[in-house]
């Protein structure tokens, strides 16, 4: 339903309401959509498997940046399976710990993107020929999760 008012005063100094509205009636129950196959992949994708080689990869006292690496740019998953990923890093629980997977000795429960920000982002120049900086990184890795670097 939606209404609408309207107020003014007429010559005589009248106060002059006027209300108006529309009603759009539904039919009790709506035809549902068919599954797609982007939806049925994405609700069997197995985030918590990534989620937990993700955790194990930046909780090392060395991160473990192949495994970062491969996850976001050679293991093939779109970006709604990265997204997915990052949903289970920054809500669930780890299995193996029984704790977040954020929940790291000298980390204050950091996202997943901010954790990556943290780890990669740097200001000096690559030290890694013909491959990005770390900042190019972090920024690939952030907008694959549908954030925008403020770097």
């Not at 002059?16 to 068919?34: C, N, R, W, Y």
């Not at 985030?47 to 093939?76: M, Q, Y």
Request: charged share 30%.
């Amino acid at each position: 339903m939606v209404v609408t008012e309207e107020q003014d005063i007429d010559a005589d100094g009248k106060w002059v309401t006027k209300i108006s509205g529309q009603m759009q009636l539904f039919p009790d129950e709506v035809a549902q959509k068919p599954p797609t196959q982007t939806s049925i992949d994405l609700a069997n994708f197995d985030a918590v498997t990534h989620a937990e080689r993700l955790r194990v990869a930046l909780h090392s006292f060395n991160d473990d940046e192949a495994t970062i690496e491969s996850i976001f740019f050679d293991e093939g998953f779109s970006r709604l399976e990265l997204q997915k990923i990052e949903y289970e890093f920054n809500t669930g629980t780890s299995e193996t710990t029984g704790k977040s997977y954020m929940d790291a000795p000298g980390r204050s429960m950091m996202k997943l993107h901010e954790w990556l920000e943290d780890d990669y982002r740097y200001s000096g120049k690559s030290d890694r020929a013909g491959k990005p900086t770390g900042n190019e990184l972090a920024a690939k890795m952030y907008e694959l999760l549908g954030h925008t670097p403020t770097w």
